[in-house]
């Protein structure tokens, strides 16, 4: 890779949360763990086996690593689900094309107004839409506590906010 420094694609949420939270995540590397995080750990290590499901011609694929030249970040997308598709692009793990859309797992209660959260998700379409030149328009945020999906439309309103929010995240870090 080139001088570019990288940031984890996770803290765009925190970021988004509290700017303050991210600035100390970023420089200080300062992390404290309360009951909620604690939980949500739990259920992200459940997930990240970086292992494939194959059904057919369906995928899950976890833990996923993911990268972005343009935005300068890196990470993990929980889960990719894929579905054979003419139109689709080529990833290793099949010899046919696939549509790909991304799922973040978070845990408790559907809520729809955490922009936060779609905000990382788009990112995570974004890294995969440059890695393997597709288009990807939606993707799901999974709720453990209620074992539900909320699909999330990737709108450009969303994708601006994801440049805009990783410019700022760069700025913190330098």
């Not at 689900?81 to 859309?101: H, M, Q, S, W, Y």
């Not at 788009?122 to 288009?135: K, Q, R, S, V, Y």
């Not at 453990?144 to 990737?154: A, L």
Request: aromatic share 10%; proline share 2%; charged share 35%.
């Amino acid at each position: 890779m080139n001088d570019k420094e990288y940031l984890p694609l996770s803290w765009l949420s925190q970021i988004c949360y509290c700017p303050r939270r991210a600035a100390i995540l970023l420089n200080e590397r300062v992390w404290v763990e309360n009951v909620e995080t604690a939980k949500g750990r739990a259920e992200h290590e459940r997930v990240h086996t970086q292992r494939i499901e194959k059904r057919g011609e369906f995928l899950k694929l976890y833990e996923y690593e993911v990268v972005s030249e343009e935005l300068g970040l890196n990470g993990k997308c929980d889960c990719i689900e894929a579905t054979r598709a003419d139109n689709g692009c080529i990833i290793p793990a099949v010899d046919f094309k696939v549509t790909l859309f991304p799922i973040e797992y978070k845990h408790g209660k559907v809520r729809e107004d955490e922009l936060e959260y779609k905000i990382q998700l788009c990112a995570e379409a974004m890294c995969l839409e440059e890695m393997l030149c597709c288009d990807i328009s939606y993707g799901y945020i999974f709720y453990g506590e209620t074992r539900h999906r909320m699909k999330v439309e990737f709108t450009n309103k969303i994708q601006k906010k994801v440049k805009k929010t990783f410019a700022e995240m760069h700025r913190y870090y330098r």
